[in-house]
């Protein structure tokens, strides 16, 4: 395989990395970076599969070929999928293949991005640690900072990779609905929803609308948790006035609680606002606005609580009889 390791890193033959085509070709000053690295080393290791395909360092490895090296230091990085795989090592601009849909092209964007921006951590740190930093990102007329690939270089050169074009707020998009989708903190409702709008976004669906309803509907989840934790707050510090102690720690009291039900107090609270809500509210007006999704959501909702409801008004009639029913007599 050409390989051979040594410090932390495999050495490999430069001629046994293969560039795929989705890697930039303008790639700046190469002159420059190939000097800094003729004088200091190769501070960060390019970044290649198991295969040799290159991930990462495509300016890197064009400056050691043109300063005539035949062996170099690389990150060998597993555990990259399939998909990103099989595009990193395309040579050719007519490969045949099925266009990637939006959701398939926003999880290898998301996943290039995550590499670029290690791959730039790392070669942060290295250039911290040497006497004196490499060229800048775009050469030294650009910049006066060190090295490094800005957030905004990684999602435009993960975009460029994925997609041909540098432009990635769609991909961005679609990956905060994926990633409330997938969010334990976030209600089962909300996740739901989310990924109702996941499907109907790989059903053509535009994705703009579906991230501003996801936001909104994020914000306002967040806000419900604030109030809650505000209400619980409350109850707690009115126990303490009350004399009450707070209940002794015991082992595995860092391990996950399940959710506690509702308090008596709570529970009023909630629906005295709700019912107040209700009245306000044109329901024409939100009809207008609201998505079949989210509908579906509110209905299930108001099912369960409908459930709710009727075991509420039996308990409510199992005590009310309990009370009214004569004593019984007891033998003497």
């Excluded at 499907?199 to 991230?211: K, M, N, S, T, Y």
């Excluded at 009291?253 to 959710?259: E, N, T």
């Amino acid at each position: 395989m050409d390989e051979k390791q040594g410090n932390g890193a495999v050495t490999r033959t430069v001629e046994s990395i293969h560039i795929g085509r989705r890697h930039r070709n303008d790639l700046g000053d190469i002159a420059a970076l190939a000097q800094s690295i003729d004088r200091d080393g190769l501070l960060q290791p390019i970044t290649v599969t198991p295969d040799g395909v290159l991930v990462c360092g495509a300016r890197r490895l064009a400056a050691i070929k043109q300063l005539g090296w035949t062996e170099v230091r690389v990150w060998v990085r597993s555990g990259i999928s399939t998909s990103l795989g099989y595009m990193l090592a395309e040579q050719d601009d007519n490969v045949l293949h099925k266009p990637l849909t939006q959701l398939e092209a926003a999880a290898l964007y998301r996943e290039m991005k995550a590499l670029l921006a290690e791959d730039a951590a790392q070669r942060k740190a290295a250039t911290q640690l040497s006497t004196e930093h490499q060229p800048r990102w775009n050469g030294h007329a650009e910049s006066a900072g060190p090295l490094e690939t800005p957030l905004g270089s990684a999602r435009r050169q993960a975009a460029e990779m994925i997609t041909g074009t540098s432009s990635y707020t769609r991909l961005e998009e679609i990956n905060l609905i994926q990633r409330t989708a997938e969010d334990s903190v976030q209600s089962e409702d909300l996740r739901q929803v989310a990924q109702e709008f996941l499907d109907e976004i790989r059903d053509g669906a535009p994705v703009h609308p579906r991230w501003v309803r996801t936001r909104e509907l994020v914000a306002a989840a967040t806000a419900d948790r604030d109030v809650l934790l505000h209400r619980l707050a409350e109850e707690k510090l009115a126990e303490i006035k009350a004399g009450k102690k707070p209940k002794r720690r015991t082992p595995g009291a860092d391990a996950p609680a399940a959710i506690e039900p509702m308090t008596v107090r709570a529970f009023v609270i909630t629906w005295t606002e709700l019912g107040g809500l209700c009245a306000s509210t044109d329901p024409i007006a939100i009809a207008a606005k609201l998505t079949e999704a989210e509908a579906d959501m509110f209905f299930a909702a108001i099912e369960r609580w409908s459930q709710f409801a009727d075991h509420l008004r039996e308990a409510l009639d199992q005590l009310h009889a309990e009370n009214e029913a004569p004593p019984r007599l007891r033998a003497i």
